[in-house]
């Protein structure tokens, strides 16, 4: 079975602070992976994902994360946050080789201070 | 293009009545993904259905809960003689069918949050 272990359960950044949120999966076979925002009282958006290709993925906002496959990571970055990324943070994992079960981590808070 | 749609978006009941939550799937979707959000935890898969079929029910409690997907209308979560545990925000997904499963992405509703007193 796969599992997504997300390590920061709340980070507080002060604005222009450089983001870097960790997630790492257990799964032997190929994956898809992503990012989900949500923010306060709105429902999850897709921030970025990663299928194949080029393991730096660039998302909305701003946002990017790399694929490590070595380290079965998948963090995500921001080299300088505003307050308005305030929001929680969920890293997603779903089989390849299967249909479309994804498997959420416990999601990480994300305060940023003016 | 309407997103997902959840209704109603906040649902209170008390213990032992029945919970029905509605999920309209994004136009040209053919399918539905159900989750549940406890307080500080992350979502949990409860169930995936297409058009009158359940896929996968594997994370379902095994009683009182159940879905379905009709040929017309939206997918229900029914909960039934709900109790206090069962006060959560439930999310439902949708992706379409594109005939690529392994490329398709959910695109998630704002959510129910159902209190039970």
Redesign the interface.
Known sequence: AQS?S?HNHHVILSEAASLELGCNYSYGGTV?L?W?VQYPG?????LL?Y?SGDPLVKGIKGFEAEFIKSKFSFNLRKPSVQWSDTAEY?CAVRS?GG?????????TKLQVIP | NAGVMQNPRHLVRRRGQEARLRCSPMKGHSHVYWYRQLPEEGLKFMVYLQKENIIDESGMPKERFSAEFPKEGPSILRIQQVVRGDSAAYFCASSPDLGQAMQETQYFGPGTRLLVL
Request: proline share 0%.
């Open positions: 997504v997300q898809n992503f989900y709105q429902h999850l958006q897709l994902k299928f969920f390849s249909y479309q079960k994804v498997t959420f981590g416990i999601g």
